[in-house]
């Protein structure tokens, strides 16, 4: 699948985050879940993204969380520690699956933060298992967004809260770059803020609230490209000069999309 083979020559990745921790602190013994989010928070709006869904999601310390697609598990550790909640991510890559188990056993949070691998849009988990689903800059990868959608109020309680960010696509994004986003991003049926407005509200979801973050994100990606760069070392002893080269052009692509105001990032939630 592309998108398994996407994340499996990312930038960011286990042996990074840790790398960087030990470069850090000159050692990764020890560690607590504060030690790795300056390194773990792979989306965008660091911590203070995360916070922002956690609000709309309603989470407290009692909430049982759900967190679509966790990547490496960041924001599921965050909110496990701050918070006080319970939270499964549930990840399709085996090895960001692995790696959110390992980072999370070595800060010591496997009682509050747990990991199954599963398809998105076929979750593995009873009707109303949870309080509330987050997710982070991951339905752009599934073409199926109703099923997720769908899926993510299956297993919401009555009154349970999903948060989400996302890409989306503006009036100037083309066919063209459409195409190459899904080639080179696994970016595969971009909404429109109101199309995911639309959308959620069709699979059942109640008090829909959609906020544009184009302009916040701007700047937010300009820097992550800065740091993408500043990590070529890594990349390179890892996964070769072709790949970092090849990465390097594809998200100054995407960046020059955001900045041309052809894409940009949405926050949204509803009510099941």
């Known amino acids: 699948m592309r998108i398994i083979d996407f994340y499996d020559r990312h930038p960011i ?21 504060d030690d790795l989010y300056p390194f773990d928070q792979d989306h965008y709006g660091g911590l203070g993204a995360v916070d922002a ?4 999601a309603g989470i407290t ?18 909110l496990a520690s701050r918070r006080g909640c319970r939270v ?11 790696g959110m ?33 987050v997710s982070q800059e991951a339905l752009l990868h599934v073409a199926d967004k109703a099923a997720v959608l769908t899926e993510a109020r299956r297993v ?6 999903l948060a989400f960010s996302d890409w989306i696509a503006h009036p100037g ?9 899904e080639d080179w991003m696994a970016a595969v049926t971009l909404q429109s803020l109101d199309g ?32 993408y760069r500043a990590l070529r070392e890594d990349t390179v002893r890892r996964l070769g000069e072709a790949r970092y080269r090849e990465y390097d052009a594809l998200y100054a692509f995407f960046v020059g999309l955001v900045e041309a105001g052809k894409l940009g990032g949405g926050r949204f939630s509803g009510t099941r």
């Open 53 to 56: 869904l956690a609000r709309r």
């Open 156 to 161: 919401l309680v009555a009154g349970g809260r």
């Open 88 to 98: 499964v991510g549930v990840e399709l890559n085996p090895g960001r699956a692995a």
């Open 13 to 33: 990745s286990e042996g990074q985050v840790l790398d960087a921790v030990r470069r850090a602190r000159g050692s990764a013994d020890a560690l607590t879940a």
């Open 61 to 78: 310390a009692a909430s049982r969380v759900l967190d679509i697609c966790a990547g490496l598990g960041g924001p599921a550790r965050f």
């Open 173 to 181: 994004l083309g066919d063209v770059e459409r195409a190459r986003l």
């Open 101 to 133: 188990e390992r980072l999370t056993r070595r800060v010591g949070l496997r009682h509050a933060v747990s990991v199954v691998r599963g398809d998105a849009t076929a979750l593995p988990f009873g009707a109303g298992r949870f309080d509330a689903c």
């Open 196 to 227: 995911y407005r639309a959308l959620l509200g069709r699979v059942g979801f109640r008090g829909v609230e959609a906020e544009d973050l184009t302009d916040e994100w701007r700047a937010i990606l300009r820097e992550r490209l800065t740091m």
